[in-house]
């Protein structure tokens, strides 16, 4: 049934910590048929290898580095990487995509996928360059700041090799920690930084200088050129090189959807004292992932805060969301956080539920909303569990169980809401509340439709299942092959065609749609065996009950009967039951 | 009725150097309509995005009053 | 006679270029094979332009100690007098030539109409 495909290396590297052992094995080209790379691939994988039931954080976890059959070629905006484990923050299965050139030097070095097993008994760090594996000390490494980190193995092994680093919130076993790579560039969401740290695994350090080969070349080499010019480098484009992910400041604010102190409400009028304009004035540079077209990343410095960034979600995180304008604190916040290793959605929304907790009286953390000094100041207590950073390193939904101030702990099965008010975008509720990870905004991201093309009204539960499924399902094949979101423009057409022409083998435009709803499925499938349902699905109390005070949304609350209703349009559209469950015939027909 | 106009992100230039203009149009007419009568054809407009009518969202179909500030913007999509 | 130029405000480190090279050259996806390495990276807090490209200086040819390099719109090696010596990628100032195999591998603009310069996607690259 599988011919060989061209573009895939099909060679997987699996890396045994505990033996400190390498071995090659191919591919399974059955699984990458039907689930493409990245995304689709490692959850394939991860289904097949990750027994139900094992501690995230144990030894019989795995974390999967996982390329696509377009990595390593000039499709623009194909450089990303999959990265995913199960996760420390949900128990769920997490899918993390990392930018930054990692990911093609891991295609060319020789792997589709490299796969970590078991744990290291000593602080260490992995070294692969091209075939060649080995296990390197990391005594010195250990206790450091990513950045500090990344900054000593650059300088012994040079510009050819990518690092991928934790930092001490990862050492440490935060549930919000992260993985970097190129300074500021994150495998961010759902304690994956844990997963490297549980395996005492401080960095992964990659070089590869071997090649990708695909079908036809110079032909299929001119006619990405070709869509490179007409459908990704285009005038409606032009914001990712200009602006970047600050053009969704002005967009979120006057579309009624920017977090205003920790979702109490929405729109912030003096936004413009933190925006894109302001910050471009400290930039220093641009910069894109490996094979990217449009260039996203800022760098830039601002007083003595440096970062490649602060992404939209950092900003209003730390911005309105903490009542907070000043932009300097920002990037600061944004610097901090990348150097402790901590996710800045998680442990920003931790922090500001901290601030209302405070002001509220329900309990005292210390921190109000606008001080911005203590917030950054708490990353680093989250990062070292010191202090109040101890509760907070918990995340919104222990610490929440723990002291109360549920309603307005901003969570979906124990991973922190990303910056878009749902009561401005109703069908984002939903879309929070069935990610396959918890609450993530990159799996079906409803403000493209009801906010910034306003394709659907936003303040209704009308059809929203099936536009909350329509979105997943773009974004799940569009994860797998592996396309960077910014590509914003790509077809189903499109991705059949670059799949066509690199493997050489017939991909249509239809099988684009069914493999992204296999991959929804296989994703739904995985939690199911560790226990999930209709009751994890869930909406933060304040979403149903409270108003918005104030923004183009004001007045807007979703009914709870909405909420149910959205829900359960979703499951008809999967064909899960009432209870969110999948049939088995249909877990059999996807593996 | 009269309205104001204000155009936002890449729309922008559609307006040349005006921040905003004042619209005389039929009362009751919509947010689509009353663009029509400034130039502007959203259909044709690949990269049109939303409005709101002073500082509400709403969509395009939907009726305008007096004195009513219409805004646009160009779309920006992503994740 | 028109040559590449870098407009490194303008580049954003994709290193597309040199993985079109590579394909055109080497029918591979191969940059490490690329006559041409455009890369940044950070470096102490700084962003790093690493710009290894041909400007045609003609270094390599005056270097060459068996003639094999001619220089005229284009670069070309005759890779039957070639000799592998590397005489020529030591001289050159860019950094762009590889030797392998015993032969030296050398930009050519793809004979005037330059690959990388039709897909650099911000216009970083130029040919003028």
């Given at each position: 049934?599988?011919?060989?495909m ?8 699996r ?5 400190k052992?390498?071995?090659f094995?191919p ?49 623009p ?15 769920t299965?997490n ?11 891991l ?23 091209n075939d060649?594996?080995?296990f390197?000390?990391a ?11 990344e900054?000593i ?10 690092i ?8 440490n ?11 500021y560039?994150q ?11 549980s ?32 459908d ?9 090189f200009?602006d ?14 920017l977090?205003?102190?920790?979702f109490?409400?929405?729109t ?5 004292e ?55 604190k ?7 956080a ?14 500001i539920w ?39 390193a ?8 723990k002291?109360?101030g ?32 918890g ?14 093309e306003?394709?659907?009204?936003p ?23 592996c396309i ?30 069914e ?18 349902d209709r009751?994890h ?38 064909g ?16 | 009725?009269e309205?104001?106009?204000t155009?936002r992100g ?13 619209v005389?149009?039929?009362?009751g ?22 409005v709101a ?23 920006v999509?992503?994740? | 006679?028109?040559?590449?130029k870098f ?5 954003i ?32 807090g ?20 068996v ?15 070639c000799?592998g010596c ?33 897909t650099?996607?911000q ?6």
């Amino acid at each position: 049934m599988t011919n060989t495909m061209l573009g895939y290396q099909n060679k997987v590297l699996r890396i045994d910590l505990t033996k400190k052992g390498a071995t090659f094995e191919p591919l399974r080209m059955d699984f990458a048929r039907k689930y493409v790379g990245s995304k689709g691939l490692a959850i394939r994988y991860m289904y097949e290898e990750l027994e139900p039931g094992i501690d995230p954080l144990g030894p019989e976890n795995k974390l999967f580095l996982t390329t696509g059959p377009l990595t390593g070629t000039p499709v623009p905006c194909s450089g990303k990487l999959s990265v995913a484990a199960k996760s420390p923050a949900t128990g769920t299965m997490n899918d993390c995509s990392i930018g930054g050139h990692v990911g093609i030097r891991l295609k060319f070095a020789g792997y589709d996928m490299a796969i970590f097993e078991g744990k290291l008994k000593e602080p260490g760090y992995v070294l692969i360059d091209n075939d060649r594996i080995r296990f390197m000390d990391a005594t010195d490494l250990w206790g450091l700041g990513s950045h500090e980190t990344e900054s000593i193995l650059a300088k012994k092994y040079g510009p050819e090799y990518s690092i991928m680093s934790i930092g001490p919130a990862g050492e440490n076993l935060c549930v919000m920690s992260c993985i970097n790579s190129d300074y500021y560039r994150q495998a961010g969401r759902g304690g994956i930084g844990a997963v490297m740290g549980s395996k005492n695994m401080k960095a992964i350090v990659i070089r590869g200088t071997g090649g990708v080969k695909v079908n036809d070349i110079v032909n299929t080499t001119n006619r990405i050129i070709e869509i490179l010019r007409e459908d990704v480098v285009t005038e409606d484009n032009d914001f990712i090189f200009h602006d970047g992910t600050t053009a969704f400041l002005e967009a979120c604010n006057d579309g009624g959807i920017l977090p205003w102190k920790n979702f109490s409400d929405t729109t912030d009028e003096k936004w413009t004292e933190y925006n894109g304009e302001v910050l471009k004035q400290y930039r220093e540079g641009k910069r894109g992932c490996g094979s990217c077209g449009l260039g996203c990343g800022n760098f830039l410095k601002i007083g003595d805060a440096i970062c490649e960034g602060p992404e939209y979600e950092s900003i209003s995180v730390a911005g309105p969301n903490a009542g907070i304008r000043d932009p300097e604190k920002i990037v600061k916040f944004n610097q901090v956080a990348d150097d402790m290793g901590l996710d800045t959605i998680s442990a920003g929304d931790t922090i500001i539920w901290a601030m209302e907790m405070t002001e509220k009286g329900i309990h005292d953390f210390g921190i109000k909303f606008g001080e911005a000094d203590k917030m950054i100041e708490y990353l680093k207590l989250m990062a070292k569990n010191e202090g109040v950073g101890k509760d907070l390193a918990l995340g919104t939904k222990r610490a929440s169980e723990k002291y109360g101030g549920t309603e307005f702990a901003m969570q979906v099965k124990g991973l922190e809401y990303p910056q878009y008010e749902p009561r401005g975008s109703w069908a984002m509720s939903v879309s929070y509340a069935v990610s396959d990870r918890g609450a993530c905004h990159m799996r079906s991201y409803a403000p493209n439709a009801e906010v910034f093309e306003a394709s659907a009204p936003p303040y209704t539960g009308e059809n929203k299942g099936q536009l909350v499924y329509d979105l997943a399902e773009f974004n799940a094949i569009k994860f797998s092959l592996c396309i960077c979101d910014f590509w914003g423009t790509i077809t189903y057409d499109i991705m059949a065609e670059l799949l066509t022409r690199v493997t050489g083998v017939e991909w249509t435009t239809e099988q684009m749609a069914e493999i992204g709803r296999r991959v929804i499925n296989i994703g739904r499938a995985f939690n199911q065996r560790e226990g999930f349902d209709r009751k994890h699905d869930t909406v933060p109390k304040r979403v149903v009950t409270e108003a918005l005070k104030s923004g183009p949304a004001k007045g807007q609350v979703i009914p709870q009967e909405v909420f149910d209703d959205m829900l359960t349009q979703y499951y008809n559209v999967m064909g899960w039951d009432e209870n969110g469950l999948m049939p088995e015939e249909l877990i059999a027909s996807i593996l | 009725m009269e309205i104001t106009i204000t155009l936002r992100g890449t729309l922008k230039k559609l307006f040349g150097e005006d921040k905003e203009r004042k619209v005389e149009v039929p009362e009751g007419c919509t947010c689509d309509e009353a663009l029509q009568v400034a130039g502007i054809n959203y259909r044709e407009i690949p990269n049109f995005g939303f409005v709101a009518v002073n500082g509400m969202r709403v969509m395009i179909d939907d009726k305008l009053s007096p004195g009513d500030e219409l805004k646009a913007w160009s779309r920006v999509s992503g994740g | 006679m028109k040559r590449l130029k870098f407009a490194k405000e303008k580049c954003i480190g994709c290193q597309l270029c040199a993985q079109v090279c590579s394909a055109m050259k080497e029918g591979e996806y191969i940059p490490s094979k690329a006559r041409i390495a455009i890369e940044t990276c950070y470096d102490n807090g700084n962003l790093k332009y690493m710009d290894h490209f041909c400007i045609l200086c003609g270094m390599c040819a005056k270097a060459c100690p068996v003639e094999a390099i001619s220089i005229g719109e284009y670069i070309q090696v005759d890779e039957e007098k070639c000799i592998g010596c590397g005489a020529c990628a030591e001289k050159c100032p860019k950094h762009v030539v590889q030797i392998r195999d015993e032969i030296a591998y050398i930009c050519d603009t793809c004979k005037g109409d330059p690959t990388c310069v039709k897909t650099c996607p911000q216009n970083a690259l130029t040919f003028e």
